[in-house]
């Protein structure tokens, strides 16, 4: 190979390793992008008239007197699009029964979706359930039912080889030559002083509890659970972290017992964070019974015992990145070998000990695998600080999967997942970069 | 610097020469060495910064072709930092610039279309710390000359052993080629790296402390390898042993604190040092 | 201390204590020791407890089914009468993932962890490093939905094209140094300098009209590949590769930095490009450092829970043809995750053990990697160090 190819060849090596680096900052931009951006929707958005009156009414919040101006004039506007259904129905019951059959399918059709763009009719029955109880209370959502109201979705199978394609059919074009064509427009150019969006930052999404499985309110219980289940587990295994790693560092004599406790931090490191959620179950419920079943207790001592590795091995390293010196001299002023470790040692260590411990946090709080069969449920309340040795809790991480798979209505609240993971992803990272920031003003500090 | 205390001991009185000092051996025609010959390495105001930091500071000299020169100094005074920036091993540094002009064979070494790799094939060096990779003895001298591209296996046979033999390690590892060269003792390993140097057939030899690491017996033999390709290559070596630069060098370099104080003929430099700080410095009276 | 021993003894000199004070001193120290040497312990503790725990409830699955079903069905339908109990499509389902991934993250880590150490300036790394380890903190179940809401409706309506255009950004500039490099090497032993870049030049015209034509076709045969559903095999085995990639970087990182410099500049000082000297040299050299980062890598795609569970469509059967990566998968982890719910109110029958079964499945894997790659890590430190 002549001297060109070689260096041809080493560029493109150099790209090569610089693209890759360049596609793992991309996946980051690609994973955290939209959640950052579709998440804060879940506290900024155009809020209408409904979700004002859902705050209202659910935490007496807002401003009554203007609420109750806005509600007369949404209603003004609306009682138009009311009449025309009411015509509607008037002229149906005058059409013969076959034409009645035609329109009866369609119209309820009709009816459903200005439901559920507006909520219930004043003056009717007021629904179970809290979410038939309002209308659409995000702009965005309102203008997708809107969509709905106008348009039917139907399925082209013309093409037997290929998967069926969805298309839009007019609604308004079934109706051609009744009274109800003329709702169709109306509602469509109305919408806005039906609802009345505005800009709103709804905070409360953070610390209100949900209302209907989170199809309102916010996610405070979550993020409460979250936070218990990380710090208890850190109350369990940050001091035998630390304890175990003085062990290593300072007693330990080179020998076969060593090496075994050292393989097993490494085996404990790499199992599987599935298999901790079966021995937490298998171990902390149903043999210790630490409690009768799901408790934010057995969640956190199962968290533990999987961050554990982490802090020892990252205490371990800041207890032998003290320098060599302080400890010859703390020994050599007379103190013992314990005081040496507990005055000096330890506190010289402390800031990379803390390192790890916040790193270890983060991963607490994001894991969802050893929770769910030990603490984590999909709906409930805060509990109090008193209810966790015995009482489940919901987790952010373990609700995000719930919500995201298993909710009935899982692609309507889309928003309130995305503002899920933005918390959690928030939460994981500032802790992460918190550790980043301590570890780099160490490296200064160690380099003077 | 155990070896400088010797050097205390070996201090020319002044006036006196060889006489006085029994422990060094300069061989009298390396006295008739001095002037003429032909520049190969030449420095004009060349500087070398590590980030702000002038580590070597606007040196001025002349390298004469096939020569050997010593370059000799306290640590820290910028010896292995001139050696390794006349093959650009110092790009590998961060933040490692020049200033200055270097000319190896009339051409400038950091000159824009100057290639550092064409560049350390003509300069090659040996290191402080007996570096051979992880692979055969074979492969370790045949690596420089695959990568130059020979193939060819009995080519690539008899420049190995044509190597070893330069390098004076031929009869001791001609029957285990394919042994892992990390098994040889300290010394061979070194001997190994000046073989696996002169593979690549370079005009100059730099030598960064190559016996620091070394016994005094594989001391020895290094330098009866220097003593034998002298004539044949260009070398330069960084000591800080001032006998080992009596011994083997025609010429010898003191740097200090980045400054090149003298360059001078060896026996001179080392009987009448011309300048009071080299005379301190080879008199021990700091190190 | 030394004055307390003036104070006690009152007679003796300024160090030595009384018999009785320094055994006790001796005693209060080694019951210390003790004390810490038991936390310590309970790591270790902890293992045998999963093991134990885990086993204890996997055996009576065993006893009850014995293992021939378990390892070589693929029926897997617990909820029928009888329940058949067929893991095989589960564990292969696990494999293909898992291998799917590292088929993306082992490579791509591996150059990157090269790039780290080798190529980045010092000051780019400070800002790299960050990135990868921000990667490695996202919460599993954040990559889940990810896959789930995002990456796959997206394969699901335009997996075509995307595999078209993944295609032709990979390919083309491989293809391209493949051209040239290729048209070069074959000409090497014409020595008449005239001739040889004539022939160079009409090899490299005929190599590149095969390349375009290559890349022209086969992507469109892959525009026209439709994505039945987008959480399938290949959604699961990217996002895994992106959970794989920090500790395959970090970890061959460490692997490359513990080759050292003497062994880079030894390379470099004989005329080497970087390259080479990396390939040559230093991967070889790290090479078994670098096998037990793929090897961490690896298992911690296998161990994952949320991404597979929420996005492989969890489809208990063999993908036909076997390397199918477009077809939903069902893994151990999942099927874990998933069944636990409705074998809970069950506890002792068939059905709850066999999760368990699965758990000490996944447990063994594990162990068993984890000890090679530490043994590899040793080995390769002893070779460093010149034993």
Known sequence: MNLGTRKLLDRSFTALGIGSIVIMGMMLLVVLVPIVFN?????????????????????????????????????????????????????????????????????????????????????????????????????????????????????????????????????????????????????????????????????????????????????????????????????????????????????????????????????????????????????????????????????????????????????????????????????????????????????????????????????????????????????????????????????????????????????EIRHVQYGMVLALVTIVLLLNMSAIILRARISKKLKG | MELTAEAIEMKPDTGSTQKSVPDIYLPPERNKVADGGVPHVSAKNFSIYYGEFEAVKKVNADILSKYVTAIIGPSGCGKSTFLRSINRMNDLIPNCHTTGALMFDGEDVYGRFTDEVLLRKKIGMVFQKPNPFPKSIFDNIAYGPRLHGIRDKKTLEGIVEKSLRKAALWDEVSDRLDKNALGLSGGQQQRLCVARTLAVEPEILLLDEPTSALDPKATAKIEDLIQELRGSYTIMIVTHNMQQASRVSDYTMFFYEGILVEHAPTAQLFTKPKDKMTEDYITGRFS | MNEEGNATAGRSSAFVVSARKRKLQKITKSAGESLLFLVAAIVAIIVLFIFYFVARDAIPFFQIRGFSEFFTSSEWYPADDPPRFGALAIIYGSLMVTAGSALIAVPMGIIAAICLSDVLPFSMRQYVKPVIEMLAAIPSVAFGFFALVILAPLLQSFGGPILMWTWWLIATPFLLLAVIVSSELLVMSISDDVRRQQVQRILASAFGIVAILLLFFVGRGLQKIEILTGTNALNVSIILSFMALPTIVSVSEDALQAVGRDMREGSYALGATRAETIIKIILPAASSGILAAVILGIMRALGETMVVWMASGNSSHIPDPWFNYLESVRTLTATIAGDMGEADQVTGSARFHVLFAMGLLLLVISFISNFISERIVVRQRKILSGQ
């Not at chain 1, 509600?71 to 129905?89: G, N, P, T």
């Open chain 1, 39 to 411: 998440g804060v929707t879940a506290n900024v958005f155009r809020g209408t008239v409904e979700h004002r009156k859902l705050l209202y009414n659910e935490f007496r919040r807002g401003d009554k007197a203007e609420l109750q101006r806005e509600i007369v004039e949404s209603d003004a506007v609306r009682s138009k699009a009311y009449a025309m259904l009411d015509q509607f129905e008037v002229e149906m019951s005058s059409m013969d029964e076959a034409k009645q059959a035609e329109y009866q399918d369609k119209y309820r059709q009709v009816k459903e979706s200005l439901k559920a763009l507006l909520g219930p009719r004043p003056g009717g029955d007021i629904p179970e359930l809290t979410r038939y109880k309002y209308g659409q209370t995000r702009w965005s959502k309102a203008e997708e039912k809107l969509h709905e109201l106008l348009y039917e979705k139907q399925w082209d199978y013309s093409n037997p080889d290929a998967e069926a394609k969805e298309y839009f059919v007019s609604r308004s074009a079934g109706f051609q030559g009744t009274s109800l064509v003329k709702l169709f427009p109306y509602v469509e150019e109305n919408l806005d002083r039906m609802l009345l969006p505005e800009w709103t930052i709804y905070w409360g999404f953070i610390t209100d509890s949900s209302i209907d499985s989170h199809i309102f309110g916010g996610i405070w219980p979550e993020i409460q659970g979250t936070i218990f289940l990380a710090i208890g587990a850190m109350l369990f295994a940050f001091p035998l972290g630390v304890i175990a790693a003085v062990y290593f560092t300072e007693y330990a004599r080179e020998g076969f017992f060593n090496s075994l406790l050292r393989s097993a931090n490494s085996t404990l490191a790499g199992v599987p964070s599935i298999v901790f959620g079966l021995f937490g179950l298998a171990f902390f419920i149903n043999t210790l019974k630490v409690s009768e079943s799901k408790s934010v207790l057995a969640g956190s001592l199962t968290l533990a015992i999987m961050i554990l590795p982490t802090i020892i091995r990252s205490a371990e390293e800041a207890i032998l990145a003290v320098p060599k010196t302080y400890r010859e001299a703390s020994l050599g002023l007379g103190s013992t070998k314990w005081n040496t470790i507990v005055t000096v040692i330890l506190p010289a260590a402390l800031p990379g000990i803390l390192t790890g411990g916040v790193i270890s946090l983060g991963r607490a709080a994001g894991e969802t695998a050893p929770i769910i069969f030990t603490a984590a449920v999909s709906v409930g309340s805060a509990i109090g600080l008193a209810d966790v040795f015995n009482s489940p809790t919901p987790a952010l991480s373990w609700n995000i999967y719930n919500l995201a798979s298993e909710h009935e209505a899982a692609s």
